[in-house]
């Protein structure tokens, strides 16, 4: 995932319909603007709005989510669900 937000701190519509259907740690801290280990010690202790999968020993979040959190309710957000 490259540079992810504009000019503006927004999310581009191609950008958002590019988003794999699951974001790693690193690429959801990148959306929030905040680092990497902050978003393993929100899930340590249980604090974060969007409740990680974790398979394995690794910890994904389902895009969906993430985009409304953002304010996005994009074409993406209700491609998601007809499928």
Sequence with gaps: MSALLDDHG???KDEIES???????S???????VGKS????????????IEPIRIGNRWMFPTLPVIRLLGYEADRAAAEEGR
Excluded at 27 to 33: D, I, K, V
């Design 38 to 49: 902050t978003v393993y010690d929100a899930i340590g202790t249980g604090r974060l709005p």
């Design 19 to 25: 988003l794999p259907r699951v974001l790693t740690p």
């Design 10 to 12: 927004r999310l581009t």
């Design 27 to 33: 690429e959801f801290a990148r959306l929030f603007g």
